[in-house]
């Protein structure tokens, strides 16, 4: 790829502001490799989808500068110019995506995925005109995520304060999960519908998800668990090993509606998308991201 034009479209404000040093440290090593660079800093989701699909449809490879969310929006704006590639830079507080991807930290090694890495064609949530990327998520996770975000200024931290905090105000409702026709239906504390399955900072949440298997894989938690066992079953998340708990229920397949007997909050990849219901279905194979060889 060397002499092809790499454009960055960076959210100034992932990460608490990193962003514009992480990408400058990785726009280094491109030109160390030859390869031109030029970033565009987006001031919205809106933004940075218009900016991703002019990237796109120049012919130069599209850069997410940013967290999950930002990921999000530059995918929606590549995704308008079929089968152009994406990269990936992390400057947010989770870096969920990436660590599923297993993308590099280092510049130097940033730099040699974005010049010689291989094509990885992803599979994107589809939530009506929205799309999602690594996941979906209704529940306490939901109205956790809103605590976090507005608890923004702790950094990783919040990660960590927010649940529990949710938690201790959270009662489970009534929800409706159908998946490809087949319904399950009762107390429930939260429901993920997994692309990549890792979020919440490092949590292997839904270990059966993967970005490019084709299948939506979904986690619910039964409602009728207390608190301690709820905390218990996350605290087991950072390794995958709460799937064996019996109030962890999993389903897979094409489709999937979640409703519920009051109105929550529905939140993808970090950012807030509507009130329930919701109903997500999968684009196969249709994002190429370059990841390492």
């Known amino acids: 790829m060397t002499g092809a034009d790499v454009i960055a479209v960076l959210n100034p404000i ?3 502001g990193v962003a514009r040093t992480r990408w400058a440290a990785v726009a280094e090593e491109l030109a160390r490799r030859d390869v031109t660079t030029r970033v565009e800093e987006s ?3 809106a933004d940075a989808r218009r900016l991703a699909e002019r990237a796109a449809a120049s012919g130069a490879l599209t850069v997410a500068v940013g967290g999950d969310g930002q990921i999000r929006e530059v995918a929606a704006g590549v995704l ?7 990269g990936i830079v992390t400057a947010g507080r989770g870096n969920d995506m990436a660590r599923h991807l297993r993308l590099p930290d280092d510049p130097a090694a940033i730099a040699d995925v974005l010049c010689d890495g291989l094509r990885r064609d992803l599979d994107v949530l589809t939530i009506g005109d929205e799309i999602a990327v690594g996941n979906v998520y209704v529940g306490l996770d939901s109205v956790a995520t809103e605590l976090i975000n507005r608890l ?7 990660y960590r304060l927010a649940p529990a905090i949710a938690a201790l105000r959270w009662r489970p409702a009534d929800f409706r999960i159908e998946v490809d026709g087949a319904v399950f239906s009762g107390p429930v504390h939260m ?5 990549s399955g890792w979020y919440g900072s490092g949590l292997h949440m839904v270990p059966a998800a993967a970005a490019d298997n084709g299948r939506i894989e979904v986690l619910a938690v039964d409602g009728a ?9 996350m605290g087991e998340a950072k390794t995958g090993a709460h799937v064996a708990r019996a109030e962890v229920l999993t389903f897979s397949g094409q489709e999937v509606t979640v409703s519920a007997d009051r109105p929550i909050p529905v939140h993808a990849d ?11 279905r999968i684009r196969t194979a249709v994002l190429p991201v370059l990841v390492p060889r």
């Open 14 to 16: 992932s990460g608490g």
């Open 43 to 45: 001031g919205s989701g």
């Open 80 to 86: 308008r110019v079929p089968g152009a590639p994406m």
């Open 152 to 158: 923004r200024w702790m950094g990783p931290l919040a």
């Open 191 to 195: 429901v993920v519908v997994a692309n």
């Open 225 to 233: 668990a207390n608190l301690v066992r709820l905390l218990g079953a």
């Open 270 to 280: 970090g950012d807030y998308l509507q009130e329930l219901p919701v109903t997500v």
